[in-house]
């Protein structure tokens, strides 16, 4: 059983940046993804960014060159840094895990096991 733990959000104007962490705990093995993924009201969620235990990585097309996706050297806390924020990155966000996988599966959020509880990031003109 792994929990997630997410803080960070909350309200900016466009052009600001945000720091989101999500924290596990619980039995996660060696192997595992971390998925960050996105809902704005009226929307579908989406995926943002993937990290792997062995430290792949992979972005939407939409946030490339402005979404950072890492993890403590513990690997107990994935971060997504977002700088230049957009109005259109409104949204809850939500971290999430799948244990012994890769980052590719945790492209799919349907893979995902574990979700954290989301938290609002508000992007204001």
């Known amino acids: 059983q792994v929990t997630l733990v997410q803080s960070g959000g909350g309200s900016v104007q466009a052009g600001g940046s945000l720091r989101l962490s999500c924290a596990a705990s619980?039995?996660?093995?060696?192997?595992?993804?971390i998925g960050w993924f996105r809902q704005a009201v009226g929307k579908e969620r989406e995926g943002v960014a993937t990290?792997?235990?062995?430290?792949?990585?992979r972005y939407a097309d939409s946030v490339k060159g402005r979404i950072t996706i890492s993890q403590n050297n513990a690997k107990s806390t994935m971060d997504l840094q977002i700088n230049s924020l957009e109005p259109e990155d409104t949204g809850v966000y939500y971290c999430?895990?799948?244990?012994?996988?890769?980052?590719?599966?945790?492209?799919?959020?349907?893979?995902?096991?574990?979700w954290g509880q989301g938290t609002q990031v508000t992007v204001s003109s």
């Open positions: 619980g039995y996660m093995p060696n192997t595992y993804c």
């Open positions: 999430a895990a799948a244990p012994w996988a890769l980052t590719e599966y945790c492209l799919s959020e349907s893979n995902l096991d574990y």
């Open positions: 990290i792997d235990s062995e430290g792949r990585t």
